[in-house]
């Protein structure tokens, strides 16, 4: 087993609860995809370092490259110096960027609708607009497990008046 491996199928399969077989399925699937893409040599790039750390390496990518950010439930797990830390790197790696260069993609738990189990995490987008301003959009509601999306009304049509990815 390699632990330091995400894609290790022993380490990455006892991160499903034994019950869960639809998503370790899915895990499964993204594994094969992963190491068959691997195998052709254009895999993408996966890297491992503390979350603080991450604006600082996500900046040093060239910027002709579109870096596609994805983060789920991992706030609630910082101190509160590294969350600051941690946000505002995020702020000044995206604003640093050419305008819609990069997209940051954040399922978070929103403590203010626990009582709503089913719409109790936020799915946000962030990225610099052409204007060259910070833009958050949510996007939709779902539990931090998602497996039904409250699409925010409009926001689908919003964003994709917003956002234009770089070489598209």
């Avoid at 991450?54 to 910082?78: H, K, W």
């Amino acid at each position: 087993m390699n632990a330091r491996c995400w894609c290790s199928p022993p380490f990455a399969t006892t991160c499903i609860w034994p019950s869960d077989r639809p998503r370790l399925s899915r895990l499964e699937q993204a594994i094969e995809a992963f190491i068959a893409r691997a195998a052709r040599g254009d895999a993408p790039t996966l890297e491992s370092c503390s979350l603080p750390r991450a604006p600082g390496r996500l900046s040093s990518l060239p910027d002709n490259l579109f870096v596609l950010c994805i983060q789920t439930i991992v706030r609630d797990y910082l101190t509160a110096a590294e969350r600051e830390t941690y946000e505002t790197g995020m702020q000044a790696f995206l604003l640093k960027r050419p305008p819609h260069s990069a997209l940051v993609v954040e399922l978070e738990v929103d403590l203010g609708s626990l009582d709503v189990p089913a719409q109790s995490a936020m799915l946000v987008l962030r990225f610099a607009s052409a204007e060259g301003k910070l833009q958050t959009m949510l996007m939709a509601r779902t539990h931090p497990h998602p497996r039904q999306l409250f699409i925010n009304p409009g926001a689908v049509d919003a964003f994709t008046d917003a956002f234009t990815p770089v070489g598209a």
